[in-house]
């Protein structure tokens, strides 16, 4: 830089290195780095699946020879939420393959020459709903279920009551 006497006045135009400035840019929300596709996405990284497995079962195994209580409950914790992931990875799935078959059916209903038929957010939920019914029901584990939605819902009606004092 110039250097300017500080005795004398900055002159009115005075003359500015302009300096470029880097621009940032998130991969997410850019269109060079094109679409998410969840499907595409999956059969990329599905090598991670298997990663996933093996450290999951090296945990366990860490579990078992722990002795610390501390690590033991740090073990624990890492454990349970690996099988959470692992569940919530399953069930998104499996409402991915739900929707692609209804694509499917209404692709082929489309080709026959009928008008297409999308269902609402309530019937799909409807319909959610039963398929659970019947997973639980296969399993022999719909009773306890029920018990549990029964006692849920007891406990939340006794809270909606007015309490005994204010009678």
Request: glycine content about 2%.
């Amino acid at each position: 830089p110039v250097e300017m006497s500080a005795k004398k006045p900055v002159p009115f135009l005075r003359q500015v290195v302009s300096v470029t400035k880097k621009v940032h840019r998130d991969p997410r929300f850019d269109d060079l780095s094109g679409e998410y596709k969840p499907e595409i996405f999956m059969k990329t990284y599905s090598f991670l699946d298997s990663i996933k497995k093996q450290e999951k079962e090296m945990v366990q195994k860490q579990l078992k020879k722990c002795r610390n209580m501390e690590q033991k409950e740090k073990l624990q914790q890492l454990l349970n939420r690996m099988t959470q992931q692992e569940q919530a990875q399953k069930k998104q799935q499996k409402l991915r393959e739900r929707e692609l078959s209804l694509k499917r059916q209404q692709r082929e209903l489309a080709k026959q020459g009928k008008k297409p038929f999308f269902l609402k957010k309530s019937e799909k939920r409807k319909l959610e709903l039963a398929e659970k019914y019947a997973e639980l029901k296969r399993s022999g584990k719909l009773e306890s279920f029920l018990n549990k939605k029964r006692k849920r819902n007891a406990v939340k009606d006794k809270r909606r009551l007015p309490s005994q004092k204010n009678l």
